[in-house]
């Protein structure tokens, strides 16, 4: 249930409303906007206090929300939400491109791809230390050697990090130098991870698990937030179907249909997406098309060499390439349409 | 196995080389291009003949394609397959736009849609007149009683046709007025009906079925192809996956992989593809920053009015605005990257 | 929506009632049962008449279906439909046995397998002459020339046959030999077979589509019974997952879940269902222990040499060794629980 | 890869060779049978030391092992794998049946419920404190609170406890009351979790995850095998399918293929499974014929008042009739076929 407050109602009447929740064993989360405050009511069967706030004073109206998440419904929420990473709005006007090698293998390689996909024009870089795999006998990550190595690549490019974490021992020792912490599709549904990454003050790049619905998926997305931290990024990763051509099948229909449900950001990952080299440049345009804030591209300065993933790896070249394609794209699909 | 003759080679050689084929049990299918031609020749084991066909006079190359899908693979044929509509060309430069409403059910609203999709710049027009229905009681749409409708809406707007069949009858009863046969998802593996229309000189739009593969799906247009119909467009129209917000899946990375794979034209029909309205136009800018050839739209003058899908048509206005935007999409795609 | 009637009405009563139902423009389906008659209303919105009827004389109650399959729903017939092939009654006490090859291939081969599954103990046999193949160039059937091993094969064993047919044309070709027509997986939503076979007289049985939903495959079955043969038989074979190990994943939750939705007998195709010999005969155990009427089960007297689909076939052995199990196991999930 | 020991090769030949497969960078896990001992050599691409090991006094045979699951795979070791719980051998002669309630939420009724299963014949009791819910917002189990009642129905039933642990620290909670540590479905790839449980000294049941295939399962088995604990029990809980009229899709087949791949016991849990009350005991029984070693089922004493899964909970009269059928049941599929 959110309670919308009036334009004109005062601090005091916000915390009184906020005090009767309590009261009642529901917990109440502020969403303020510029123009008026909303509060949501979380608990078991909310809407059960609906007569004793609707009459409060200052409050404008009384909203039941059926789906069943809350914090992240857009309803909750008037505008986009806008997070922060570096000097980057992520949901705001611009596309943010992250990129960078699946995981961190060798010092010189990650150092060389860093201030490659820098050049061409990325926002932030991918660095997997801990990497999760579905058999114990491949390449687990560099772990805490691998640290080191992106702190120099920081060091060396200014780009913010995003790194995956695994297990909640994994958040102290990422703390130092990771940006934004990466949940990856394996831990979508390990709701004891998204509590910890929700007591985190620091953003949160949730991928959508590889046979999740939107409503499970926004669900876990409710687990950080509701814990406080509400700078989530939902990333599109690709489900997984029938098809024995591509890896996963990118779910692009994602895109427009988160954009209406939630105003969480929303980027793609067309690399594990599609897990299919050729596929990746034509999809991030598909992407963007449909209207994702932003692309998680898995680029390598040696694809041919990596421990993992390199099949679905860009070249630096064909990164820039990708980019450079992006803008005039952007432009086109904000041009007005022409008054005849 | 593909027999690709030397550009010098002379008519005389082709058809030599073509009778051994049948001489020996297979199949010939010619290719010919601006430069050379090239023989597709099936049957159980085709390769058995290497040795005879590879040392003839004009032969340049044989290769042996290991995918099971022949005459629609991209080996067979250099360039891409242009499919002639009106005096449109499927699969070239420009984007082939089908719109109107799921079933013809009532004339006044047929013809004003049909107006309405041709001065928005449709380049033909949807026109079902049998309805494949998962429920015997479900409207199966007006049968011989919509023909005259269709040809009336043909003399006044001039659009091609698109109509589908459901049964070996349905191609005689719409000889007259359809431009072009489609058969939908649940016939896509009604292998009799793909060797009728495979024997029909009329172009065919072949839907994919709902959990098809993409090799499934070139294979059920293999079975046009061989019957000598080589006028075959695809239609991507979303495959079944476990999520319920949408009614189906548009599967965009069908599109760059077609393409990859095929020279057939690929088009997209975002319309069943999602379900819902909200998602068509998203999906379809989409589906052409993937490298559609063109799309299929349901439209319908009054979508609350409509027997069938009415959930998921966009009205004349809705598609006005879409095309409004498709032109200033295509040109950003192919404009050059500037050089700097 | 379901008229039932007092168990005291009299045949003018109801023949009243049709009437009134037909002159409102529904169609009228009668079940009559040992103890009353239920009329099955259908058409657009039929519960629109209830008032009408509701006091007629002779009615006991008036029931809205609202699961969209009225005349297979369990709900229109009180009992079990038992269908009778050859002296067996399918969906009754015994179960019924279908074997042998995927496809008539070789004459002698085929005579010898169905003597060795008429020994086994099969009730009918399989035969498919025409073969619906994904593939244009793999072996498409014998066709008509099959016909004729068909014919003397039932001759030599007396076993009922059981057909596929794809196309309407096919139904007269085998109506001489044939005692079930088998429309397969592929076709389940062919509805304009699905209608021409529901004019014939035959019983048929009907595949699940490889990735129908069950109320899909019970409105298909529906299009059979409206036509007015309600002798249909289903038979689970198997849906698309993304498992990799089988070729497909046999359902059997289907097989409680359609006997508590409809009165029609449900079998259950191990052989294609999987697509490996080694889990046939378990997977043939539990779909009896989860109340399947009977199994087809693929038997090739040598199955390295058959022309499809050898990977699943059990030799004439492994089939008798399967039936010699059946025995036991449908005794003990009838043996009534031990007084203590 | 495997090393097979001849059946006379000395305690110092089978040291002697572990020592040089560690020098070589590779682990080594040795599986002592009745006739032979057996050695699995893991790490990256260790067939590179195949000539190495392969002339060592003592060794049979080196068998390469393409399926990427060592040891967890049946070439590993040649019988089943027993794990013992309480007084009960899991992979033996006789079932396993594990019941109770999905989550402990009243002590009364768990008490009560825990009573009834055992005089039903249980083996084991389940029982959650800790929940895995896809909402915040639902009841996420009675945590630490719980783990008092969890020990009284221990104490007065003496039935060993399955409990699900979600995280680390839970495993120390859950020490000292439970004999099975139960990994869900959502966390069956929480890599980190896995590992946990592999150095813990207590029997894993790994619940297959809702889209897994069988390849990853085993692979997550082997993530805790590999650890050192090889006390593994499999449980099939049902996949995510497009079907709506059940929850999941219980997926038998994976019964006899696991038992065939695997020499790890494998049980099955159709309770949550289907989601269904109506189909739980009919896939019960499918799941024993299919060769399950046991069942885990949902019991409550009274399911309309079960704060979480009650529509797919039996009652105990529900789960005695289940459990007495069961008998006869197993007596049928072993019983000798008649010589005639």
Request: aromatic share 4%; proline share 5%; hydrophobic share 45%.
């Amino acid at each position: 249930m959110i309670i919308v407050m009036r334009h004109d109602a005062t601090r005091d009447q916000v915390e009184n409303l906020v005090a009767q929740v309590h009261a009642r064993g529901f917990r109440a989360h502020l969403s303020g906007g510029d123009e008026r405050t909303v509060i949501g009511v979380i608990g078991i069967d909310p809407f059960s206090i609906r007569d004793v706030v609707a009459d409060a004073p200052g409050v404008a109206e009384v909203v039941r929300i059926t789906r069943p998440f809350k914090l992240s419904n857009r309803e909750f929420r008037a505008g986009d939400t806008h997070v922060r990473v570096g000097d980057h709005d992520v949901g705001g006007d611009s596309l943010w491109i992250v990129a960078g090698p699946c995981s961190v293998d060798d010092e010189e390689l990650f150092l060389e791809t860093a201030r490659r996909v820098k050049q061409a024009g990325a926002h932030a870089l991918r660095g997997g230390v801990f990497k999760p795999r579905t058999s114990p006998y491949s390449f687990q990550g560099l772990r805490g050697d691998g640290v080191d190595i992106l702190k120099q690549a920081r060091r060396e490019t200014g780009l913010p990090l995003v790194c995956e974490v695994l297990a909640a021992p994994d958040i102290e020792a990422l703390a130092e130098v990771a940006d934004v912490l990466q949940i990856g599709a394996r831990n979508m549904q390990n709701f004891a991870l998204l509590s910890e990454v929700g007591r985190v003050r620091k953003p949160v790049l949730l991928k959508r698990g590889m046979s999740a619905t939107i409503e499970e998926w926004l669900l876990s997305a409710e687990y950080v937030l509701s814990q406080g931290n509400y700078d989530v990024i939902l990333c599109e990763r690709g489900i997984r179907t029938f098809e024995t051509y591509t890896r996963n099948t990118l779910d692009l229909n994602a895109i427009p249909l988160i954009r209406e449900l939630s105003h969480l950001p929303v980027i793609v990952d067309p690399s594990h997406g599609t897990g299919r080299r050729s596929l990746v440049s034509p999809m991030a345009l598909a992407a963007i098309a449909a209207g994702a804030h932003g692309l998680l591209i898995e680029v390598h300065a040696h694809p041919e060499a990596a421990l993992s993933d390199g099949a679905q790896s860009l070249t630096p070249a064909g990164f820039q390439e990708l980019v450079d394609r992006l803008g005039p794209l952007v432009k086109a699909l904000r041009k007005p349409v022409a008054v005849t």
